[in-house]
């Protein structure tokens, strides 16, 4: 891990007491624990550094502490080859237990959450960097009343701060100043990949389904060859309360290209969004669903499949698909003796 200014080379059991596990990931644990000198409780992710480099959340965490509904960072330890990311903790549980006990919700109720996390995507967005796994069990409240307004986007470990080629941070100075298109148009790849998952979340509190799988044993690839057939057609029964306008904005983010998709920005300028107030306060369904570690089990493995996703994976352009293609159609320069 590079060296970043606050960070503490000391034993974090000096400071905090480690209580019992909250969360685990493929290469961290996440424990509540207390600290010692004040009594005051908090999370805290714990990091194999033999398996990831955390240095990136690290200064993304940093960059935006104090920011609404992003989780704030309080303290980093590095010891015995761990890294201990200390965090406020957030009792109000994730949004996905939200909805398997809650079981519906309205089109406000659904359009508030929304609005709450495209604020903090076109924050993120503006500042150039990108979450890359938003999904449901990385949204928390920090409270036990669930207002939308306590929603805080949790886990930054696959997160990017946009670089140009010569490894520069691509602030929005940067970019309007110097950038090149094509790194331009990655960029604006990159930000859809956090639109796609936004309008998953959207499908799933407005219908109660999830979209592009139908159970925890489904392969990735068959999820990834419903993907690209094109965005769902929205005609099962649960969607026949919902507002056009709704189902406008859901299909729009979750078109298979990613040039389509709105930005942060233009989902929050949205007629469904600014009507919000005059919006059903009635839910559309009701869900029928099975327990919740199926439904558990069938939301993680349809986001995994994501990740191998040509809609979310950051390739460089030459790896598209589309420039593969075109790759293959110019002429052979086999006879060319020039190397690099």
């Known amino acids: 891990m590079k060296r970043i200014s606050g960070v503490k080379f000391k034993d974090f059991g000096g400071d905090y007491e480690l209580l019992e596990e909250i969360g685990r990931g493929s290469y961290s644990m996440v424990y509540k624990c207390k600290q010692i000198s004040s009594g005051n409780i908090y999370a805290v992710k714990v990091i194999d550094e033999m398996q990831h480099d955390p240095t990136e959340e690290i200064q ?81 409240y920090a409270d036990t009343n669930e207002s939308p307004q306590s929603l805080c986007i949790c886990d930054f470990g696959f997160a990017k701060q946009l670089r140009a080629e010569n490894g520069l941070l691509m602030t929005p100075c940067y970019t309007a100043q110097f950038a090149a298109p094509e790194v331009l148009k990655m960029q604006g790849y990159q930000k859809a990949c956090d639109i796609w998952s936004l309008g998953v979340i959207l499908y799933i509190t407005l219908s109660g389904r999830i979209p ?24 099962e029964s649960c969607w026949n309360s919902v507002s056009d306008a709704a189902k406008r904005l859901v299909l729009s983010m979750l078109s298979v290209d990613p040039s389509q998709r709105p930005t942060a920005g233009e989902i ?68 060319s003796n020039n190397s690099t």
């Open 212 to 235: 592009f799988a139908t159970g925890p044993d489904d392969p990735p690839d068959v999820i990834l060859r419903r993907i690209e057939m094109g965005p769902p057609r929205l005609k």
């Open 60 to 140: 993304i965490l940093l960059r935006f502490k104090g920011v609404s509904h992003i989780v704030t960072l309080r303290d980093v330890y590095n010891c015995d080859g761990k890294v201990y990311l200390v965090t406020d903790y957030l009792p109000g549980g994730e949004l996905f237990d939200k909805i398997m006990r809650q079981k519906s919700f309205s089109e406000r109720e659904a359009c508030a959450i929304i609005e709450v996390l495209a604020t903090t995507l076109n924050t993120l967005h503006k500042q150039m960097v990108v979450h890359r796994d938003l999904k449901l069990s990385n949204i928390v």
């Open 268 to 335: 929050l300028n949205d007629p469904w969004i600014k009507n919000r107030n005059s919006l059903s306060n009635r839910p559309p369904y009701s869900l029928q669903l099975p327990d919740p570690q199926t439904v558990k089990a069938t939301v993680a493995g349809f986001f995994k499949a994501l990740k191998a996703s040509p809609q979310t994976e950051l390739e460089p352009v030459a790896a598209s698909f589309l420039a593969q293609r075109r790759a293959k159609s110019k002429p052979s320069n086999k006879g």
